[in-house]
């Protein structure tokens, strides 16, 4: 079969062409998702660097503001041990007493170096002054910052003091050697400021930049820390021990000292964690949105290829369909045929295309019916007809079409839809069955003829031959003495009357077939027909044969049918229950059914017939024996036939129920429009009526009297 291609309208797309869409745009929606995550995660990125950057800029800022304010009081210090020193110089050591001294470190004591305190030691160590809290009775021979001067030469110490060797104070020590003009070693200036002093400098102008301070020495000492205990006491902003830390540096210019401020790295990325926090939500947010518009796209792809497979099921029942399946547009223009249609008429698929319908037209179809055709179908309704198409080559063939409009959403006609069905077989066969109906029923006519030609030829001899036999048999001249040819005189006329009710069958079926029978229809009582055909048929009963029984009835019904034709189905019916009953009992009954209708059963306890020979039986001169005792009855076969004819003919049914060796009941049932009345009612009836007639009768009597 031809499987070329389809018009592009009406051409499938590809099975991964109905997923292409919505898998691309699920992946879009992934990779545009994984986009606009990755530019927020950088953009957060970069925020958190921005961020620390920042934090390290200003706790650098911080630090240098710091560290300077730091020089330049620690540069106040040393002037003030510088001007101590001139003062020794001018005055001598041993005039110099505590009130000089205190007035010395008065200029140091106002600035915002806050509270320090101070001590003179002369060449053995030994305290000559003290002020602000120094200690006099402290003996300094042996600690290292007077070694250091004394023995090392240095000029100038800045130490942590041992706050055991300070009598418990600590601190930051800034210590100058004392030498007179020739040299002469002559004691140690000592000042001693309180780390809650230096402090003081560093948090002065602290607005919550940062959350430790530390000042260390050259050698990477911690000379003061703030908060002074981690652990212990710190404020509730600072960073908690342990906490990761943002820190920056500052080197003071004039003294090995080096300032670090650190802030805690949770506070300084608190905006940071509020935009994280605000991303990751924006992220969530976009996932939810992709994960349930891919959801919408899995239940649209899914409804999409149900669709594609009822489309594809529908497409594939198209083109293997056994009919003839065309598309056209409004003006007739083929847009698609299926396979069978370029198998039936020869022509190819792309030939076809764009082509007119009238393509196969034989010119069989006149003009007036493709106009009904055609206002039908612009109508929007459906048409359906034949056709007298014409193939390829020319040959003609017969077509059964239905034409359908296509309409679009808005209720357009777009397309016609034309499926064919090849009936060229068909009507040859019609037309074959037309010619042998008509050929039957000439030869039923001609059988008729025959038959009605056959009755008048056989029975005018026929007649006179059972005329004549009677007549002899009679012997009204008494010349026939011996007593076989009386015998063969019976067996003459005996023939003759079987060969007369054989003729008259056959023209009685024959009648029915021709349905030249009519009824003649009078008001009949079933049971007295019944019982006049029993009282006939009894002669015909051998003396060792059946007996033959009529059961009366609760009520007679009254029918309206032909009484020849129901005496013919009762003789018929007992004619064959005696024929092949040898012994036993033949029952004729009546039987009112539920309907309102009523029936009449012979039943036999005869030879019975088989199941599989039923239907045999009720077709002419058909004859089933299944007893050899009944073998040598003789019959045509028209018995049942004619009755079942006849019962058919007054609108009702023969029904037959046999059993080999059991016995036959027949049953014709009458349908309730037959049924009139019973004889009982109809008798009440017409003596009511008589009642009636007579009580007129006898009221109108005396007024005929007095007008005579």
């Known amino acids: 079969m031809e499987r070329s291609r389809a018009s592009p309208r009406w051409a499938l797309p590809g099975r991964s062409s109905v997923r292409r869409p919505y898998l691309t745009a699920a992946v879009l929606s992934h990779i545009l998702l994984a986009v606009a995550a990755g530019l927020l995660m950088l953009n957060l990125a970069q925020e958190r660097q921005a961020d620390l950057r920042y934090a390290g800029l200003d706790l650098a800022s911080r630090a240098r503001s710091i560290g300077q304010t730091l020089n330049v009081h620690f540069d106040q210090i040393l002037a003030s041990l510088e001007a101590i020193g001139h003062e020794i110089d001018r005055r001598g050591l041993d005039r110099t007493d505590d009130r000089v001294l205190d007035g010395l470190l008065w200029s140091t004591r106002t600035s915002r170096v806050g509270t320090v305190s101070g001590t003179l030691y002369d060449a053995s160590g030994a305290p000559v002054a003290a002020t602000g809290g120094g200690d006099p009775a402290l003996d300094a021979a042996n600690l290292p910052f007077f070694a250091a001067h004394r023995d090392a030469y240095r000029t100038i110490v800045i130490e942590r003091p041992d706050p055991a060797a300070t009598g418990g104070r600590s601190g930051l020590a800034f210590s100058r050697s004392l030498t007179a003009p020739d040299g002469e070693f002559l004691g140690v200036a000592r000042v001693l400021v309180e780390p809650t002093e230096i402090v003081d400098l560093i948090v002065a102008d602290d607005l919550g930049g940062f959350d430790r301070a530390t000042l260390f020495d050259g050698s990477g000492e911690v000379l003061v820390r703030w908060p002074a205990a981690i652990d212990d006491g ?42 994280r926090d605000l991303v990751a939500a924006v992220i969530l947010a976009l996932a939810v949105l992709v994960l349930a518009f891919n959801v919408f796209l899995w239940f649209r792809m899914r409804d999409e290829v149900e669709r594609d497979r009822a489309v594809r099921r529908f497409f594939s029942a198209v083109e293997q369909s056994p009919s003839s399946v065309v598309i056209t547009d409004t003006k007739g223009s083929i847009e698609y045929v299926n396979p069978q249609f370029t198998e039936l008429t020869g022509y190819r698929r792309e030939e076809m295309l764009g082509q007119n319908s009238r393509m196969t037209k034989s010119g069989h179809t006149s003009p007036a019916e493709y106009a009904n055709l055609w ?56 037309a074959a069955m037309e010619r042998s109906m008509i050929e039957a029923k000439a030869a039923n006519l001609a059988k008729s003829r025959f038959l009605a030609l056959m009755s008048h030829e056989l029975r005018t001899p026929l007649n006179a031959i059972i005329g004549f036999s009677e007549f002899m048999a009679k012997d009204p001249y008494q010349g026939i003495r011996d007593d076989r040819y009386k015998a063969y005189i019976a067996d003459i006329n005996g023939s003759g009357q079987q060969l007369l009710r054989i003729i008259n069958d056959v023209l009685d079926l024959s009648k029915i077939e021709s349905e030249r029978m009519v009824l003649i229809e009078r008001s009949i009582s079933l049971f007295a027909v019944a019982a006049q055909c029993v009282r006939q048929s009894r002669p015909l009963l051998r003396p060792d044969g059946p007996t033959l029984q009529l059961l009366e009835p609760d009520s007679s019904p009254i029918l309206r049918a032909d009484e020849i034709r129901v005496k013919e189905i009762v003789f018929n019916l007992l004619s064959n229950a005696i024929k092949f009953t040898p012994n036993g009992t033949i029952t004729v009954a009546l039987e009112s059914r539920p309907d309102g209708g009523v029936s009449l059963i012979v039943s036999d306890t005869g030879c019975g017939i088989a199941e599989q020979d039923l239907p045999r039986v009720l077709q002419p001169f058909e004859q089933v024996h299944v007893d050899p005792m009944v073998r040598s009855q003789q019959g045509t076969g028209l018995g049942l036939p004619i009755v079942k004819r006849l019962a058919e003919l007054h609108g009702g049914t023969l029904d037959i129920e046999s059993e080999p060796g059991r016995g036959t009941t027949v049953r014709v049932t009458f349908p309730a429009e037959r049924v009139i009345g019973d004889v009982a009612s109809l008798e009440e009836k017409l003596a009511a009526e008589g009642q009636n007639a007579r009580v007129r009768s006898a009221g109108t009597r005396p007024a005929a009297a007095g007008s005579s």
Do not use: C, M
């Not at 710190?234 to 802030?263: D, I, N, T, W």
């Open 234 to 275: 710190a404020p509730a902003h600072r960073a908690p021990p342990g906490s990761e830390l943002v820190s920056a540096s500052f080197q003071l210019q004039s003294f090995p000292f080096r300032l670090e401020l650190s802030a805690n790295r949770d506070t300084v990325l608190s905006t940071w964690r509020d935009s």
């Open 375 to 430: 206002s039908t179908i612009l109508s929007g309704r459906p048409w359906h007809g034949e056709f007298l198409n014409k193939k390829k080559n020319g040959e003609l063939f017969w077509e059964d079409t239905k034409i359908s409009p296509i309409f679009d959403s808005d209720g357009r006609i777009i397309n016609f839809l034309a499926v064919k069905e090849d009936i060229t077989r068909l009507k040859d066969a019609q």
